[in-house]
C-alpha cells in the first residue's frame, strides 16, 4: 500500500520556476512539497545558461584580444581551456552539486524530496511509494532535455550533448556540431575560438533559423572569420563511430571529427509524469494553459513544457503568475505578446515579439524598417557588424517584432522590448533623444526606415 502524506500544493520538476514557486508559496505559509530527479535549479544553473555563459566570455576575450593588432598594437594569445574548466566546477555548479539550492529551498519553508514523480489523478503526486495529496494542486514544471534526432547509428555512438560539454576538462581537436540553433551555435563558437577545428552542421537552409534572415547572414559571416565550417540544407543520412573518430555521412559528403556534439533542440519531459490520469496527453509536445497558467483541475504548468519559450525569464515569469493563482491574488495574467531572447553569439543576436515571416503570417499590415549597426557612428568606431530590424503594423502604428544584431544585442533589445509590450506609437518612439554615440541610436536610423 501507498503511503499518503496530505500537503497544499506539490511543485513537480524544480528548475528556476518550480524552485521559485515552491519557494514563494512555503513563505506564504502552505505546505509544500518539491519534486526533482536531478539537480534543483534545472538545467541552467548546471548544464545551460551559467555555464556556457562563462564559456562565452571566456571565448569572446580570446576574440577581443585577437582585434588589438587592428586597433591598438600587438598582443600574443595562449588558450588555457583549464581555468574556463575550473570557473564552471568551482564557481558555477559547485561541481555539479545542489546542496545550496536544496537548502535554499528547505529554509524558505518546504520539503525536497529527490525522485520521480508521476501524477495519481487531480492533486495526486506518487514518489517511490508515497501519494502526496494536495489540496490547492500540483504545479508541474518537468522542463526538457536534450533532443536526439532518429539518426541511423547515432544513438550508438558516444556523442555530446551540452551536459557533456558543460563537464569538459580538454579540448578535442576537432568537433562536429550537428544543429545551428541558439545552444549549438553559441557552443561552435566557443569551441572555434579555443582552437578546435568546428564543423557546424544545420538541416535548415540557415544557422538560427527561428531568427530574422538579416541575423543569420550576419552570424554566417561571423562564423567564417572564426574558422568554422557551416554546412546548411544538410540532409544526415547516418552517424558511425570506430577507432575514436565519429563519421557524419551526409547526401554528397562524410564530415569527420574527434567529438560530436549534438544540439538538435530540446524534447519535453511529458512522456512519464502521469498526464494521462488528469486527461492530458502524455506524447503532447507541449501543455496548454491559460492566462493564469492553469492547466486542469487543481494542476499548473509552467516553463519549458508550456512552449512559449524555453526561457529562464519566462519560466520565472510564469512562476509568479501561477502563485498570484494559487494564493487567490489579482492579475496580471500571463502575455506573451513581447517575449524576448537572446542568442549570446559574438555579434550577440536579441529578438522580441513577431518576426517579420511571423507578423506577415498573422494576417498584419506590415512595414519593416532595417539598418547596419556599422553605419552608426559607434558602429564604425568599434568596427562592429550587425543590424537592427524592426518590424512594425502599420494599422495600430505600433511595433509588433524587433531583431537586434550586435556586440550589445541584447542590451539594445532592453528598448525594444518595451516599447512592443507598452505599444508604444511609433510616432512616438521617433520623438526620442538616441545618446551619441551608441549602438542602441542605430534605431533611430531602422524607425526612419520604416
Same mark, same amino acid.
Given at each position: 500500500?501507498? #503511503?499518503?502524506? #496530505?500537503?497544499?500544493?506539490?511543485?513537480?520538476?524544480?528548475?528556476?520556476?518550480?524552485? /521559485?514557486?515552491?519557494?514563494? *508559496?512555503?513563505?506564504?505559509?502552505?505546505?509544500?512539497?518539491?519534486?526533482?530527479?536531478?539537480?534543483? %535549479?534545472?538545467e541552467c544553473p548546471y548544464f545551460g545558461c551559467v555555464p556556457s555563459k562563462m564559456m562565452i566570455r571566456a571565448a569572446d576575450a580570446l576574440a577581443e584580444s585577437r582585434r588589438v593588432p587592428e586597433l591598438s598594437g600587438a598582443v600574443e594569445v595562449r588558450p588555457d581551456w583549464g581555468i574556463v574548466a575550473d570557473r564552471i566546477r568551482d564557481e558555477a555548479t559547485d561541481d555539479w552539486d545542489d546542496a545550496v539550492a536544496v537548502e535554499r529551498l528547505v529554509k524558505a519553508g518546504a520539503t525536497f524530496v529527490r525522485g520521480h514523480g508521476r501524477l495519481t489523478g487531480p492533486g495526486r503526486v506518487e514518489v517511490d511509494?508515497?501519494?502526496?495529496?494536495?489540496?490547492? %494542486?500540483?504545479?508541474?514544471? +518537468?522542463? +526538457? =532535455?536534450?533532443?536526439?534526432?532518429?539518426?541511423?547509428?547515432?544513438?550508438? +555512438?558516444?556523442? $555530446?550533448?551540452?551536459?557533456?560539454?558543460?563537464?569538459?576538462? =580538454?579540448?578535442?581537436?576537432t568537433l562536429v556540431v550537428i544543429g545551428g540553433g541558439a545552444i549549438g551555435a553559441e557552443l561552435a563558437q566557443v569551441m572555434a575560438r579555443f582552437g578546435v577545428a568546428v564543423t557546424l552542421i544545420e538541416v535548415a537552409e540557415r544557422i538560427l533559423a527561428p531568427e530574422e534572415p538579416e541575423a543569420s547572414a550576419v552570424?554566417? /559571416?561571423?562564423?567564417?572569420h572564426d574558422g568554422i565550417q557551416v554546412l546548411t540544407g544538410a540532409t544526415i543520412s547516418s552517424v558511425?563511430?570506430? #577507432?575514436?573518430t565519429f563519421s557524419v555521412h551526409l547526401e554528397d559528403q562524410?564530415?569527420?571529427a574527434d567529438k560530436l556534439l549534438v544540439a538538435a533542440g530540446r524534447r519535453p519531459n511529458l512522456g512519464d509524469v502521469g498526464l494521462e490520469t488528469v486527461g492530458l496527453d502524455p506524447s503532447a509536445r507541449a501543455i496548454e494553459t491559460d492566462e493564469r497558467m492553469r492547466a486542469?483541475?487543481?494542476? $499548473? !504548468? &509552467? %516553463?519549458? &513544457?508550456?512552449?512559449?519559450?524555453?526561457?529562464?525569464?519566462?519560466s520565472m515569469y510564469q512562476s509568479e503568475v501561477a502563485v498570484r493563482d494559487i494564493l487567490g491574488q489579482d492579475g496580471p495574467w500571463a502575455d506573451y505578446r513581447a517575449v524576448s531572447r537572446v542568442t549570446f553569439t559574438d555579434p550577440e543576436v536579441g529578438s522580441v515579439g513577431l518576426s517579420e515571416k511571423q507578423a506577415r503570417e !498573422?494576417? *498584419?499590415?506590415?512595414?519593416?524598417? +532595417?539598418? !547596419?549597426?556599422?553605419?552608426?557612428?559607434?558602429? $564604425? &568606431?568599434?568596427k562592429a557588424d550587425g543590424v537592427i530590424k524592426l518590424v512594425a503594423d502599420a494599422d495600430r502604428g505600433i511595433l509588433v517584432g524587433a531583431t537586434a544584431?550586435?556586440?550589445?544585442?541584447? =542590451? &539594445?533589445?532592453?528598448m525594444l522590448a518595451t516599447a512592443v509590450h507598452a505599444e508604444v506609437p511609433v510616432s512616438t518612439l521617433k520623438t526620442m533623444h538616441f545618446a551619441y554615440p551608441t549602438f542602441h541610436r542605430a534605431v533611430q536610423s531602422a524607425l526612419a526606415d520604416l
Open positions: 500500500m501507498s #503511503e499518503h502524506t #496530505e500537503v497544499d500544493v506539490v511543485v513537480l520538476g524544480l528548475g528556476p520556476g518550480g524552485e /521559485a514557486v515552491a519557494g514563494q *508559496l512555503a513563505q506564504a505559509g502552505l505546505k509544500v512539497v518539491g519534486v526533482d530527479r536531478r539537480l534543483v %535549479g534545472g511509494g508515497t501519494t502526496y495529496v494536495a489540496s490547492r %494542486g500540483v504545479v508541474l514544471n +518537468t522542463g +526538457t =532535455e536534450p533532443g536526439v534526432p532518429p539518426v541511423d547509428g547515432l544513438a550508438d +555512438t558516444p556523442y $555530446w550533448t551540452n551536459r557533456d560539454i558543460m563537464q569538459l576538462r =580538454e579540448l578535442p581537436a552570424v554566417a /559571416a561571423a562564423f567564417a558511425s563511430y570506430a #577507432e575514436g562524410v564530415v569527420s486542469g483541475d487543481k494542476l $499548473w !504548468a &509552467i %516553463g519549458d &513544457i508550456v512552449g512559449k519559450g524555453a526561457f529562464t525569464h519566462v !498573422a494576417g *498584419l499590415q506590415v512595414t519593416t524598417g +532595417t539598418t !547596419a549597426l556599422g553605419d552608426s557612428t559607434r558602429g $564604425w &568606431i568599434a544584431v550586435g556586440p550589445s544585442g541584447g =542590451e &539594445i533589445m532592453s
